[in-house]
């Protein structure tokens, strides 16, 4: 079996390591022969990446799924080496309770199916990892992680940026001092969608359009640049194709200022591709990074030249990996608990209040 030391000492030669390494303390037990043994929940797109992602992990192993159709259970157990004893439907989920194999979930389902979920997980005991956005509402997102506090188990989101190298030394950067203070932050994040019969374009499923889904990167991207919670928000909704997006947002532009001065100027779109960028100037240096939130590979610069950095994994080996660290051997958290989930809510409510009322500035 493979250890947390193991996991440390493979990524050695790392970027990744020096930062990890510093950031978590020795663990008083290490426990040589636990994996975190994962579920998926929802075996969509997104779960079949992370399922892919996670046969390279040391620490995390996927174990089971639930879906909700039945036919894709043989597919995931011969693809995966999965027993058919840690598959459940949407019925049977809160059985989850009675199976001891099973440490933890990740709900990889859409974005309003987040709520019930989470908490049915929390209920039967189980640790939870969400992806993102947390909820559709701030009110949601309190509730999960009242419920996950409840029962006395872990809530993180799927922000599987918070382990990928090149994020994390623009975080190390910041956090040295190294950008000196920082001023300004741009975050651009969206793609042209397809399908105009998919979930992501109704808003009972998805709680909103291009800002739920990408532009929450742009949110969770400038925050994590700049340190700080925004205390203000001004944002504006742009619409071509009205049919389309009847029901969803299609291109918002918004800004958001700091406690310290500085402000951030955002755009998230699902009406054009080739837009990625989160760009940090500081009155010492800069980080300029595009892409900057998809699959990668991330690609970035400082006044140094080129970040160069690791990109030889998918971010979500990494992210299950570092997770399962927190969750069996207590290391410290990444910025991606259910509380920076909320946070984020917080900001997307706001956007669209600002929008609702004229784009007049909204106080958090
Ligand atoms: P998907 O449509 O590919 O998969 C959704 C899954 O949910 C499918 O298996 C579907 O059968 C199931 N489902 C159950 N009830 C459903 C219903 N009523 N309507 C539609 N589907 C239903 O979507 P996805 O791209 O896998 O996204 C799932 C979640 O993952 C979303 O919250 C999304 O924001 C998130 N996501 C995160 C990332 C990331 O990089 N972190 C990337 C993609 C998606």
Not at 173 to 191: A, C, P, W
Request: glycine share 10%; net charge positive.
């Amino acid at each position: 079996m493979n250890s947390r030391r193991d996991f440390l000492r493979q990524m050695g030669g790392s970027a990744l390591a020096a930062p990890l390494l510093s950031q978590l303390p020795t663990s008083a037990h290490t426990p040589a022969d636990r994996q975190l043994r994962v579920a998926l929940v929802g075996l969509g797109s997104y779960a079949a990446r992370v399922a892919r992602a996670m046969k390279d992990c040391k620490l995390a192993k996927l174990v089971g799924g639930v879906t909700g159709t039945p036919e894709k259970v043989e597919k995931w157990m011969a693809e995966h080496g999965l027993e058919k004893a840690n598959f459940y439907n949407y019925q049977n989920y809160d059985d989850l309770k009675n199976n001891p194999n099973i440490d933890a979930v990740y709900v990889c389902l859409p974005n309003a199916m987040h709520h019930e979920f989470v908490i049915r997980a929390a209920k039967a005991g189980k640790h939870v990892i969400c992806e993102k956005p947390m909820s559709v509402t701030v009110k949601e997102a309190e509730e999960m992680i009242a419920a996950c506090k409840k029962a006395n188990v872990k809530l993180y989101l799927g922000y599987r940026l918070h382990f990928e190298p090149h994020t994390r030394e623009l975080i190390r950067l910041r956090q040295s001092g190294e950008l000196g203070k920082i001023m300004h932050v741009n975050t651009y994040d969206g793609f042209r969608i397809g399908d105009p019969t998919q979930w992501r374009l109704r808003k009972n499923l998805a709680g909103g359009g291009a800002l739920m889904d990408v532009g929450v990167y742009c949110i969770n991207g400038a925050r994590y640049a700049t340190g700080e919670e925004p205390v203000w928000i001004t944002a504006q909704e742009s619409k071509t194709d009205p049919v389309k997006f009847k029901e969803v947002d299609e291109t918002i532009t918004f800004q958001m200022g700091f406690p310290s001065g500085a402000i951030a100027s955002c755009a998230t779109t699902y009406n054009f591709n080739n837009f990625e960028r989160l760009y940090v100037i500081g009155e010492k240096g800069f980080v300029d990074m595009s892409p900057a939130f998809g699959y990668g590979p991330i690609k970035g610069r400082t006044r140094n030249g080129d970040m160069n950095l690791d990109t030889s994994k998918m971010h979500q080996t990494w992210q299950m990996d570092g997770l399962a660290d927190c969750i069996l051997n207590g290391t410290p958290d990444p910025n991606m608990t259910g509380e920076e989930g909320l946070k984020d809510m917080k900001v997307i409510e706001a956007i669209y209040k600002s929008i609702a009322a004229g784009g007049k500035k909204v106080l958090i």
